[in-house]
C-alpha cells in the first residue's frame, strides 16, 4: 500500500515544515508515501481551478480520503483498524486530500470514497498537515505495538 498527500501550498512556517516532515519519516517506515503540495489559486483561492489540480494528481484505482469537518471522526484505533481493514483489501493507493483556505470543489468532495474529520474544531491547514501523519504514526504504532501510543 501507499499513501499520497495531496494538498493546496506549501507549509511556509519552519515549525510545522519540520513537524510535518518529522512525521512524514515516521510515517514513511511503515508504508511508502509520496507527499504532492499543488499550487494555490490566487488571489481567490478557486476551489474549481485547484480542484481540476487535485483531481489531476488522483488515479481512478485509489482509495481517496478528504478531510472535512463534517465528515467521520474516528479514535486513533479506529483509524489504526481502518489502515488494516484497506491492507486486507489490497488497496494500492490511499490518497489524502487537504483542501486550500476556500475548501474543496464538488467534484473532489464527489470523488471521496471517505470524509473524515480529525476533529470539530478548526485547525489552520499546516496544522491539519501535521496532525494527520501524526494520527498515521499512531495508527501504525498501535498496530506495531510500540510504546508512542501511550
Not at 104 to 123: G, H, W, Y
Amino acid at each position: 500500500m501507499k499513501f499520497r498527500f495531496i494538498w493546496i501550498g506549501k507549509t511556509k512556517h519552519t515549525q510545522w515544515r519540520e513537524l510535518q516532515n518529522e512525521y512524514f519519516a515516521r510515517v514513511s517506515r511503515f508504508v511508502r508515501a509520496e507527499l504532492v503540495e499543488l499550487r494555490e489559486s490566487r488571489p481567490t483561492g478557486n476551489v474549481q481551478v485547484e480542484g481540476e489540480s487535485i483531481l489531476g494528481k488522483i488515479e481512478n484505482k485509489d482509495l481517496v480520503v478528504v478531510l472535512d469537518i463534517g465528515g467521520r471522526p474516528f479514535s486513533s484505533h479506529e483509524l489504526a483498524n481502518e489502515l488494516t481493514n484497506w491492507q486486507n483489501r489490497g488497496v494500492p493507493v490511499v490518497s489524502f486530500v487537504i483542501g486550500g483556505v476556500n475548501g474543496l470543489s464538488a467534484e473532489v468532495a464527489q470523488r471521496a470514497d471517505l470524509r473524515l474529520s480529525l476533529s470539530f474544531l478548526t485547525f489552520t491547514h499546516e496544522m491539519t498537515r501535521v496532525i494527520l501523519l501524526e494520527q498515521l504514526y499512531r495508527a501504525y504504532s498501535i498496530l506495531n505495538g510500540f510504546p508512542y501510543q501511550k
